[in-house]
């Protein structure tokens, strides 16, 4: 079994930023020996997540509006009162998608539903320089 260790970076704009990286993942696949295994991917950062999705924009519409309502900015966060940075909504919503991902790698390709796509997202209130780690193990 071989372990192969890989960054990707991405630069963002601010607020909610949701960014298809899949050809990025799917090219990183390619450079490896692996056929049979699992990509795991990170995101390190209290604002930033990953999940999959269709990269459609009625779809990305529709999640920008639901994770709006769920972690909405307008309202108060101990985390802002106390830092004063304006992002307490970034990290609640970072926090409830995710920071990481787990795909199983077939015969040298992501196992990937025919409409699913691998997303960053990025929920800061600035622009921010993102790395994705990934680590892709198996045979």
Same mark, same amino acid.
């Given at each position: 079994? $071989?372990?192969?260790?890989?960054?990707?970076?991405?630069?963002?704009?601010?607020?909610?930023?949701?960014?298809?990286?899949?050809?990025?993942?799917?090219?990183?696949?390619?450079?490896?020996?692996?056929?049979?295994?699992?990509?795991?991917?990170?995101?390190?950062?209290?604002?930033?997540?990953?999940?999959?999705?269709?990269?459609?924009?009625?779809?990305?519409?529709?999640?920008?509006?639901?994770?709006?309502?769920?972690?909405?900015?307008?309202?108060?966060?101990?985390?802002?009162?106390?830092?004063?940075?304006?992002?307490?909504? $970034?990290?609640?919503?970072?926090?409830?998608?995710?920071? $990481?991902?787990?795909?199983?790698?077939?015969?040298?390709?992501?196992?990937?539903?025919?409409?699913?796509?691998?997303?960053?997202?990025?929920?800061?209130?600035?622009?921010?320089?993102?790395?994705?780690?990934?680590?892709?193990?198996?045979?």
């Amino acid at each position: 079994m $071989s372990v192969h260790t890989r960054e990707l970076r991405f630069s963002t704009t601010s607020r909610t930023d949701v960014i298809d990286i899949t050809p990025e993942v799917t090219g990183l696949l390619g450079e490896t020996s692996v056929r049979h295994g699992l990509c795991v991917l990170f995101v390190p950062g209290s604002t930033g997540a990953l999940t999959t999705i269709e990269h459609e924009s009625g779809v990305l519409e529709d999640l920008t509006r639901a994770i709006d309502r769920i972690a909405p900015e307008s309202i108060p966060y101990a985390h802002d009162a106390r830092w004063g940075d304006g992002n307490g909504y $970034s990290h609640v919503r970072a926090a409830l998608i995710g920071p $990481s991902l787990h795909i199983p790698v077939i015969d040298g390709m992501l196992a990937l539903g025919r409409w699913q796509q691998i997303v960053l997202l990025d929920f800061d209130n600035r622009p921010r320089e993102r790395r994705v780690l990934a680590q892709l193990h198996g045979d």
